[in-house]
């Protein structure tokens, strides 16, 4: 079986991707797990694909196992695409989902409804042992609501409005969630391109 580190410590994250790629017979582990360490990885990318590939590339230098990594982020698009790569520290540090939500309210108190478009994004990046890349992007489309909704998920989830829906990520159950959202369709994305990965393989 082969062992995947996980370039987080996240147990609900690596269960999710643990599921998704199961097919495969990889083994799934938390970077802490694999003996990383306490070491910070310093995700100073412009882009979702630049912090994905920063993360995974520092722990397959240091293992030596394949890695996978993700990095995720709201994109508004009257924001020019902000607060993107800085989704989680989007109003400074200590970083705080309150804090974040309530300024982007701020800077979108004066915009209509017909302007207030935004996309949940993830990048996941595969590093095989051998080094090769694998790499999938996902988003999922809402508009950014006039104030916090529902109870459930975190980050931006209480504004961010499914129309199709009419609820926000935030009064979605774990399931409605799972189906319709960005890194679960990263993941169907990257689960093709493993796939394809491995055919190719198989022909050589």
């Known amino acids: 079986m082969k062992k995947i580190v996980l370039a987080s410590g996240n147990r609900h994250k690596l269960e999710e991707i643990q599921t998704m790629l199961k097919d495969f017979g990889f083994e799934l582990v938390t970077m802490k797990d694999a003996g990383y360490g306490d070491e910070d990885i310093i995700e100073d990318g412009d882009t979702f694909e630049a912090n994905s590939m920063i993360k995974a590339l520092a722990v397959h230098k240091k293992l030596g196992f394949a890695s996978l990594a993700d990095d995720s982020g709201l994109m508004v698009d009257v924001l020019g695409g902000a607060p993107g790569v800085y989704s989680a520290r989007f109003a400074g540090e200590p970083k705080s989902d309150e804090n974040n ?3 982007l309210l701020e800077k979108l108190a004066e915009i209509p409804d017909e302007r207030r478009a935004a996309r949940f994004v993830t990048v996941l990046t595969l590093i095989m042992e051998n080094g090769d890349v694998l790499t999938a992007r996902g988003e999922v489309e809402g508009i ?6 529902g109870v459930n998920g975190f980050g931006y989830d209480p504004l961010f409005f499914v129309p199709h829906l009419n609820k926000t990520f935030a009064e979605l159950t774990s399931d409605e969630k799972n189906a319709l959202s960005h890194r679960g369709n990263a993941l169907v994305a990257l689960k093709e391109k493993i796939g ?9």
């Open 101 to 103: 939500n309530r300024l």
């Open 144 to 149: 950014i609501g006039h104030a916090p909704k």
């Open 196 to 204: 394809q990965y491995y055919e190719a393989l198989s022909r050589q």
